[in-house]
Antibody
Framework: EVQLVESGGGLAQPGTSLRLSCAAS????????MNWVRQAPGKGLEWVSY????????YYADSVKGRFTVSRDNGQKSLFLQINSLRVEDTAVYYC?????????????WGRGTLVTVSS | SSELTQDPAVSVALGQTVRITCQGD??????ASWYQQKPGQAPVLVFS???NRPSGIPDRFSGSSSGNTASLIITGAQAEDEADYYC????????????FGGGTKLTVL
């Protein structure tokens, strides 16, 4: 069974940093491209970042470029998102999502998400 | 970057057919994917590409595309289909940047 489990969220002050993790199981993590998607309270989905299976290709949404860094450890079957210089507007549930093998940008499995709250 | 536009809310009578639409220039080049999200839950992929329905998704969910518009069609809507629906696709830049629509709240009457 494919599982994605996020962790690392919590309450943080503006200007500080957080590192989110996503533990994958039930599939060959090292052959799948992965994404982070976030959802602010009561709002829609916002794609945040993409990392290819071998980490050679990485993309970010303009809204997070320069502050967010995505990485992965295929040996540990884990995906990471380093968030620096946190802003109030970064408050959201952060989901990791797997790229489908059928269609890139179709996210066929999602984790339950981890909530990041940025507040002073 | 590109944008995808969805109607904020749509309603359908129980058992009837409903079409949820998604418009954007990126859809002229890339296929859309559709997600269902119920309150407090993670999104679930219900349809993608030209004709891909994930395992476990009822066959009342289908999709179509024409020009700059993609549609999710629910034929014979059920009470459990009441949810938020989001489309997404790759950005028209050609890079692996992804854009989501704003979402459509589906009410089953």
């Amino acid at each position: 069974e494919v599982q994605l489990v996020e962790s690392g969220g919590g309450l943080a002050q503006p200007g500080t940093s957080l590192r989110l993790s996503c533990a994958a199981s039930g599939f060959d993590f090292n052959v799948y491209n992965m994404n982070w998607v976030r959802q602010a309270p009561g709002k829609g989905l916002e794609w945040v970042s993409y990392i290819a299976s071998g980490s050679k290709t990485i993309y970010y949404a303009d809204s997070v470029k320069g502050r967010f860094t995505v990485s992965r450890d295929n040996g540990q079957k884990s995906l990471f998102l380093q968030i620096n210089s946190l802003r109030v507007e970064d408050t959201a549930v952060y989901y990791c999502a797997r790229d489908s093998a059928v269609l890139s940008s179709a996210f066929d499995y999602w984790g339950r998400g981890t909530l990041v709250t940025v507040s002073s | 970057s590109s944008e995808l536009t969805q109607d904020p809310a749509v309603s359908v009578a129980l058992g009837q057919t409903v079409r949820i639409t998604c418009q954007g220039d990126s859809l002229r080049r890339y296929y859309a994917s559709w997600y269902q999200q119920k309150p407090g839950q993670a999104p679930v992929l219900v349809f993608s590409g030209q004709n891909n329905r994930p395992s476990g998704i009822p066959d009342r969910f289908s999709g179509s595309s024409s020009g700059n518009t993609a549609s999710l069609i629910i034929t014979g809507a059920q009470a459990e289909d009441e949810a938020d629906y989001y489309c997404n696709c790759r950005d028209s830049s050609g890079n692996h940047v992804v854009v989501f629509g704003g979402g459509t709240k589906l009410t089953v009457l």
